[in-house]
């Protein structure tokens, strides 16, 4: 089975400024999705952005980025330019994509990003 | 908003009670992913169904059923709660496997 580790469960950071979060997982699996999910107060859980494991590529999505090392097993969220809006609980998502195995979202515990004006 | 709907926003009831929460998912995505989000663990899969037939089951309890309708609405039906079933409970829609999980905006149960 997988697994995703969250090891910041909280973190802070100034308006404006740069902020990464981590994420590892442990798979057997050659192929996979890796996501980043938002939670806000309102508790609305949002899509920030996603990767596939078999592009190079880090995906990228305005002022977000990822730092995917898939030897490494690592999954890192860069938030640039950090707004107030920003705040909020983070969680790294990991999902299958082999037939036959579950494609749920099997989710990291979280970290508290906490944006000071 | 993203388009997937899930009633009702707010459920107090007792121990002991039976409950059942509605999904209605994207227009035109065919798998409902059902998750707990609870203090202690954390968000949790429960169920998957995918254009009326159940296709995976997670850590969800005997006590709990679901069922994925004609119309690709969905219901989890929770009976003889217990305090500790209070939890956020979302559902998730996508097209299939390969896209993006939705959200709904959550159900939040108490159980007094």
């Known amino acids: 089975a997988q697994t995703v580790t969250q090891s910041q469960p909280e973190m802070s950071v100034q308006e404006a400024e740069t902020v990464t979060l981590s994420c590892t997982y442990d798979?057997?699996?050659?192929?996979?999705?890796l996501f980043w999910y938002k939670q806000p107060p309102s508790r609305q859980m949002i899509l920030v952005i996603r990767?596939?494991?078999?592009?190079?590529q880090n995906a990228t999505e305005n002022r977000f980025s990822v730092n995917f090392q898939k030897a490494a097993k690592s999954f890192s969220l860069k938030i640039s330019d950090s707004q107030l809006g920003d705040a909020a609980m983070y969680f790294c998502?990991?999902?299958?994509?082999?037939?036959?195995?579950?494609?749920?979202?099997?989710f990291g515990s979280g970290t508290q990003l906490t944006v000071l004006p | 908003d993203s388009g997937v709907t899930q009633t009702p926003k707010h459920l107090i009831t007792a121990t002991g009670q039976r409950v059942t929460l509605r999904c209605s998912p994207r227009?035109?995505?065919?798998?409902v992913y059902w998750y707990q989000q609870s203090l202690d663990q954390g968000l949790q899969f429960l169920i998957q169904y995918y254009n009326g037939e159940e296709r995976a089951k997670g850590n969800i309890l005997e006590r709990f059923s679901a069922q994925q309708f004609p119309d690709l609405h969905s219901e989890l039906n929770l009976s003889s709660l217990e305090l500790g079933d209070s939890a956020l409970y979302f559902c998730a829609s996508s097209v299939d496997y390969k896209t993006e999980q939705y959200f709904g905006p959550g159900t939040r149960l108490t159980v007094t």
């Open positions: 227009s035109g995505d065919l798998s």
């Open positions: 998502a990991y999902r299958s994509v082999y037939s036959g195995s579950a494609r749920q979202l099997t």
């Open positions: 990767q596939e494991a078999y592009k190079q």
């Open positions: 798979t057997s699996e050659s192929d996979y999705y």
